[in-house]
């Protein structure tokens, strides 16, 4: 289910926010209202009312889905901004690293082409998947946002998990936990806002 926030302008580039992800953003298990997306929506809407946000993220979502949506996203927001939280799934289904980062590769690339500034979130996944595995997965959002010189977060469900503010099925933050994304998330959103968004 795409959760629009603030809808676009029809006309003209949105000057707004795309945030394309998964459970995580989409909010499973909770309320629309809670969600860090929406938190993000009601902190720029009171300050910076020119950057509607546009919450594209769909549960169980990977980064093959979101190579498939978006093109018609980009052709239909017009974003100035694009924040990508994607590969978790990937990695829970124990899906290659390198088709990772060659999925986010290619949307970083579709997001620059059509005039989007683009964010990356990174995302670690358990222990128990081995150490090489866990490795390499979490180096593909380095080297993703090395590569093309990406404003980024290294883990974004960082005191998320050390505060214990996980809903019960171990996976997905709680409604607790959203504003902390928002901080998590905050500091790299800045560095692409205009400047009396930064506030």
């Avoid at 980062?101 to 683009?118: D, F, H, I, P, Y």
């Amino acid at each position: 289910m795409v959760i629009l926030l603030f809808l676009a302008p029809l006309l003209g580039r949105a000057q707004g926010i795309v945030v394309l992800g998964d459970s995580i953003s989409a909010g499973y298990g909770l309320q629309e209202t809670e969600g860090w997306v929406h938190l993000l929506g009601q902190r720029l809407a009171s300050q910076c009312s020119a950057m509607p946000v546009i919450n594209a993220s769909v549960s169980g979502e990977t980064s093959d889905g979101g190579v498939s949506r978006l093109p018609a996203l980009l052709e239909r927001h017009q974003p100035d901004v694009l924040v990508l939280e994607l590969g978790g799934n990937d990695g829970l289904r124990g899906l290659p690293p390198s088709r990772l980062a060659g999925n986010l590769e290619k949307m970083v690339s579709l997001g620059q082409q059509a005039g989007a500034r683009v964010v990356l979130l990174g995302m670690r996944i358990p222990p128990n998947y081995g150490r090489a595995y866990t490795e390499r997965f979490e180096a593909v959002f380095k080297q993703v946002a090395e590569n093309n010189e990406l404003p980024w977060v290294p883990f974004f469900l960082d005191g998320v998990v050390e505060a214990g503010r996980i809903q019960s099925d171990g996976i997905h933050p709680t409604a607790e936990a959203q504003p902390t994304l928002l901080d998590n998330a905050w500091p790299v959103l800045r560095q692409v806002l205009p400047k009396d968004c930064q506030q």
